[in-house]
């Protein structure tokens, strides 16, 4: 079993170098792959320095797009194995050691998941959680959340145990690498944001694979959350991917599974 890692800069050549430190987390069985949306450098340095397999764009793709890339790229040329080996995106905001990662696979190969998500924190300390599993979100939920500046579709995470969930967020979701292959990988219509609810969504719909919480695994996430800020083209990316999810869902309410291949 191999596990291969997907990590994507968006001008994130320090959050990378001195947080993530994706160096750590490349060994014999596990294989970090760099894509560079924007390219710099100093991070293809780095790549090289420590020997991890880097790739650039010739120009700015959206985050399905990029991870598919790497996946088809870890298929073709790291000899990726879709029954046994496992696929893991990360943002490149994000903090975790190689034992998050070990533990992350081995309590996902134990509950017999095919998509899974870590216990992700916004300090170092692990007491704040973020809020990165949810529920799918209903249109009006999406609405509200924008006028009042309240999200509805977080879930409790006081488990102490593996349990099934709705979404997580794409900070951290690990694959099965058949998995994320049936699926035909990221809906790249989505330029940034809910690609994430829309793999677990299809997953569920048309393979009936859950997606689960792994609570064992611990990670901090830094996110900038572009997307708070009004009147800025993240704000517009959110608004445009939340509404064609709403279509997704409403789609499979109105015609079934078949409508989303």
Same mark, same amino acid.
């Given at each position: 079993m191999t596990i *291969?890692?997907?990590i994507v800069s968006h001008q994130n050549t320090i959050e990378i170098v001195h947080d993530l430190k994706p160096h750590q987390l490349a060994s014999a069985n596990q294989r970090v792959v760099l894509l560079d949306n !924007? +390219?710099?450098?100093?991070?293809k340095r780095y790549a090289l320095d420590h020997q991890l397999h880097y790739l650039e764009n010739d120009a700015?793709?959206?985050f399905g797009s990029n991870h598919n890339r790497v996946f088809q790229y870890c298929r073709k040329h790291l000899?990726?194995?879709?029954e046994t080996d496992w696929f893991i995106?990360? $943002? +490149?905001? %994000?903090e975790c050691d190689p034992q998050s990662i070990t533990t992350f696979v081995k309590d996902m190969e134990k509950e017999g998941t095919r998509i899974g998500a870590p216990n992700i924190f916004k300090d170092n300390a692990f007491q704040e959680h973020e809020e990165s599993v949810r529920r799918f979100p209903y249109l009006w939920e999406l609405l509200t959340s924008y006028i009042f500046r309240k999200n509805r579709t977080g879930v409790d995470r006081c488990c102490l145990t593996a349990c099934e969930v709705d979404w997580a967020s794409g900070a951290c979701l690990a694959f099965r690498a058949d998995t994320f292959e049936a699926l035909?990988?990221?809906d790249e219509r989505? *330029? %940034?944001y809910y690609e994430d609810v829309d793999i677990c969504w299809r997953a569920r719909h048309l393979l009936n694979v859950k997606t689960h919480y792994i609570p064992g695994a611990k990670m901090v996430h830094r996110g900038k959350r572009a997307s708070h800020t009004l $009147? $800025? !083209?993240h704000l517009w990316w959110h608004l445009t991917s939340a509404i064609r999810f709403a279509w997704v869902r409403t789609k499979t309410a109105l015609f079934g599974s078949k409508s989303l291949k």
């Open positions: *291969f890692i997907s !924007k +390219p710099s450098d100093d991070l700015i793709q959206g000899g990726m194995d879709l995106i990360l $943002n +490149p905001d %994000l035909g990988g990221f989505y *330029f %940034l $009147n $800025n !083209k």
